[in-house]
């Protein structure tokens, strides 16, 4: 009882680095936001970098008595917190975000993927706490997803595991960020949406998006995209039908594959709510191998909204925090003690 009390009294924070913006909240060990900030993310090492230590100096002056940081970046991370790839975050390869960044705050830092701590903040503090067979999808710039099996994290054998945009639904479709061709990511990211919204603006197929993003096809985004389907225009719940498919499409071979308890989606694309995800449920039985004889997992939003990132990464912080107390003199900049006890 007084570890859990000295754990929900510790605070931390979490930074949820993405194509488009940093996030970061601290949080108690209760999840509980007590301060958030945001901002670009930047392009480049430096730029990058120095992002993250304004979000840590600034979320520090505001609530003292920080343990640790967390970060959650879309992008491959190894076991030491070293980017290995980030296909939509410019000039980020290599970066040794663990190291730099404690060099920078003078705190512990943790690191993974970012829809692995996304995921682990869900497990532990939101939509599915008590489960413990869950996939957590991220849909914004690109898709990202997070897998708990057994209770835990799955991570591989060198910290990529589950980079699930990136299996190819059609080896003659549009080209991903990461330079193959019809991954994915290719077909249901927001990224996605936007391309679909600007391809039937040019064929005169979506007016009231085309309206929204000021007559010009080349402006649609899948924030527009997503406007006009709040709005109950024809032509952006058609687009949203349309994605809803290719999103049940990848989803449907995921759940073959892991046979999840709950499907958790996350991302900016959750604002969306039940108008999207009503379209993926209804499409996911046709996707998914003997639907009639296994049961069907729901799919929910996440309930930590679009801070899952940010305070998943906080809650990654804690085990970081924790391990620092356990070890003190320890240089330890690997995940695989510290997220196995979502």
């Known amino acids: 009882?007084?570890?859990?009390?000295?754990?929900?009294?510790?605070?931390?924070?979490?930074?949820?680095?993405?194509?488009?913006?940093?996030?970061?909240?601290?949080?108690?060990?209760?999840?509980?936001?007590?301060?958030?900030?945001?901002?670009?993310?930047?392009?480049?090492?430096?730029?990058?970098?120095?992002?993250?230590?304004?979000?840590?100096?600034?979320?520090?002056?505001?609530?003292?008595?920080?343990?640790?940081?967390?970060?959650?970046?879309?992008?491959?991370?190894?076991?030491?917190?070293?980017?290995?790839?980030?296909?939509?975050i410019a000039g980020i390869e290599g970066l040794a975000v663990g190291t730099r960044l404690e060099k920078a705050?003078?705190?512990?830092?943790?690191?993974?993927?970012?829809?692995?701590?996304?995921?682990?903040?869900?497990?532990?503090?939101?939509?599915?706490?008590?489960?413990?067979?869950?996939?957590?999808?991220?849909?914004?710039?690109?898709?990202?997803?997070?897998?708990?099996?057994?209770?835990?994290?799955?991570?591989?054998?060198?910290?990529?595991?589950?980079?699930?945009?990136?299996?190819?639904?059609?080896?003659?479709?549009?080209?991903c960020a990461c330079g193959a061709r019809g991954h994915w990511e290719s077909f249901a990211s927001g990224t996605a949406l936007g391309r679909m919204g600007r391809e039937w603006a040019a064929r005169g197929e979506a007016p009231g998006v085309l309206a929204r993003a000021g007559g010009d096809p080349a402006a649609v985004t899948g924030h527009e995209v997503g406007e006009s389907a709040v709005a109950g225009e024809a032509d952006g719940l058609a687009l949203l039908d349309s994605y809803a498919r290719w999103v049940a499409v990848g989803l449907g071979g995921l759940v073959n594959i892991f046979d999840p308890e709950l499907v958790v989606v996350s991302g900016g694309l959750v604002t969306l709510g039940d108008l999207l995800l009503d379209r993926v449920r209804a499409e996911l039985p046709a996707c998914v191998e003997a639907p009639g004889h296994r049961v069907v997992p729901p799919v929910v939003a996440a309930a930590l909204g679009s801070r899952a990132g940010a305070i998943g990464a906080a809650a990654l912080a804690r085990r970081r925090?924790?391990?620092?107390?356990?070890a003190p003199d320890a240089r330890e900049h690997t995940l695989a003690r510290e997220t196995e006890r979502p």
């Open 105 to 175: 705050c003078r705190l512990p830092v943790a690191v993974d993927n970012d829809a692995n701590v996304a995921a682990l903040g869900e497990v532990l503090h939101g939509a599915a706490r008590g489960c413990r067979e869950v996939l957590v999808l991220t849909f914004g710039t690109g898709i990202g997803g997070g897998v708990v099996t057994g209770g835990r994290l799955l991570r591989g054998g060198h910290g990529y595991a589950a980079e699930i945009g990136h299996f190819t639904v059609d080896p003659d479709g549009p080209p």
């Open 321 to 326: 925090a924790e391990a620092v107390a356990e």
């Open 1 to 88: 009882m007084a570890r859990a009390r000295q754990v929900e009294g510790l605070r931390t924070i979490g930074v949820d680095l993405g194509g488009t913006k940093l996030l970061g909240v601290v949080a108690d060990g209760a999840g509980v936001v007590l301060a958030e900030t945001r901002r670009p993310s930047g392009e480049g090492a430096e730029s990058v970098l120095a992002g993250l230590a304004g979000v840590v100096d600034e979320l520090v002056t505001s609530v003292p008595a920080v343990a640790a940081v967390g970060v959650g970046v879309a992008g491959m991370v190894d076991y030491e917190g070293v980017v290995r790839y980030a296909p939509n």
